[in-house]
């Protein structure tokens, strides 16, 4: 599976943004989809799952409320919608499917990784 994350970018503190991850190689219909993050100086972290049914969620405690992710399997496709962002987000995200059906908060191994996109929350 291969795994490419967009949607990345700069956006002023209160702005949006929605972060894409296609995958290519085999349907990720059966597969958890999950996002991470790793900031400058940071090690990287877990942002939010979504289970292969799409019926389970989990975020961190720090996006939740203003993140969502979400799935469309006849796209292949994951997304995180971010609203409400703060510096504090700014980051490289990462898309990551693995091939349990849920993921747990606070997961750090997955099967596949994307490359990250950068986005920055300026202040």
């Known amino acids: 599976v291969q795994l490419q994350a967009s949607g990345g970018g700069l956006v002023q503190a209160g702005g949006s943004l929605r972060l894409s991850c296609a995958a290519s190689?085999?349907?990720?219909?059966?597969?958890?989809v999950a996002w991470f993050r790793q900031a400058p100086g940071k090690e990287r972290e877990f942002v939010a799952s979504?289970?292969?049914?799409?019926?389970?969620?989990y975020y961190e405690d720090s996006v939740k409320g203003r993140f969502t992710i979400s799935r469309d399997n006849a796209k292949n496709t994951g997304y995180l919608q971010m609203n409400s962002l703060k510096p504090e987000d700014t980051a490289v995200y990462y898309c990551?499917?693995?091939?349990?059906?849920?993921?747990?908060?606070?997961?750090?191994?997955?099967?596949?990784w994307g490359k990250g996109t950068l986005v920055t929350v300026s202040s």
């Open positions: 990551a499917v693995d091939r349990r059906a849920v993921v747990p908060r606070g997961s750090r191994d997955m099967d596949y």
């Open positions: 190689g085999r349907t990720i219909s059966t597969y958890a």
């Open positions: 979504l289970s292969a049914t799409a019926v389970i969620t």
